[in-house]
């Protein structure tokens, strides 16, 4: 099993930052891509980014492309996701995933493994 547990999310105005965090722990040497979702009061979950864990190839949505930016630390297990230019939109509860195997492909939660508890992102104008 592998735990994933987030970290960073707070109170931003418009226009600020914030970097997310995602520690895995447990039987994480099955890891094979590791995704960032979130959840807008309302809305379903959404795809927001993702990273192969051994290569580093990443994969955004539309909506945050040029904004968010995902990364990873393979050495502590950690993937990150830095939010700059911030909109209310934005507001969530944000969700990291962890992939063993390519499924449907790294948009779709589908794919996804093992879900963190979330941690909440609340962007004020």
């Known amino acids: 099993q592998v735990q994933l547990v987030e970290s960073g999310g707070g109170l931003v105005q418009a226009g600020g930052s914030l970097r997310l965090s995602c520690g895995a722990s447990?039987?994480?040497?099955?890891?094979?891509?590791m995704g960032w979702f979130r959840q807008r009061p309302g809305k379903e979950r959404e795809f927001v980014a993702a990273?192969?864990?051994?290569?580093?190839?990443?994969y955004s949505a539309d909506s945050v492309n040029g904004r968010f930016t995902i990364s990873r630390d393979v050495a502590v297990n950690t993937v990150y996701l830095q939010m700059n230019s911030l909109k209310p939109e934005d507001t969530a509860v944000y969700y990291c995933?962890?992939?063993?195997?390519?499924?449907?492909?790294?948009?779709?939660?589908?794919?996804?493994?093992?879900w963190g508890q979330g941690t909440r992102v609340t962007v004020y104008s």
């Open positions: 447990g039987r994480t040497f099955t890891t094979y891509i």
């Open positions: 990273i192969g864990w051994s290569h580093g190839n990443t």
């Open positions: 995933a962890d992939a063993s195997y390519w499924r449907l492909g790294p948009k779709d939660p589908s794919s996804y493994d093992y």
